[in-house]
């Protein structure tokens, strides 16, 4: 089994920037693609961004431009830097894992860490 374990969510001011961080631990099979959804209030998730092992990259349109997703293979730890963020990107963001290499990684989760951003 695969444990997915986020950190570096809090609140913020519109503008500011913030990094998430997932670790995927308890497994020896190779993660392929890793990525982060989030949740807002109300509204269905959706996914932000996911990466494969190889680097390749979606994002939502929303947060194209704004938000780096980044991974450390060695280390199965995939990154979301946050910038310019707006008052919508409050949501609870989940990181998401599989041993496919899809955009939309969906085997594995974390249990999702609060990001607010105020106006």
Not at 33 to 51: C, D, Q, S, T
Not at 85 to 113: H, I, M, R
Request: glycine share 10%.
């Amino acid at each position: 089994q695969v444990q997915l374990v986020e950190s570096g969510g809090g609140l913020v001011q519109a503008g500011d920037s913030l990094r998430l961080s997932c670790s995927a631990s308890g497994s020896r099979f190779k993660i392929n693609a890793m990525g982060w959804y989030r949740r807002a209030p109300g509204k269905p998730r959706e996914l932000v961004a996911a990466i494969t092992r190889s680097g390749n990259t979606n994002y939502a349109d929303s947060v194209k431009g704004r938000f780096t997703i980044s991974r450390d293979n060695a280390k199965n730890t995939v990154y979301l830097q946050m910038s310019s963020l707006k008052p919508e990107d409050t949501a609870v963001y989940y990181c998401a894992a599989e041993s496919g290499g899809s955009y939309y990684p969906n085997d594995y989760w974390g249990q999702g860490t609060q990001v607010t951003v105020s106006s």
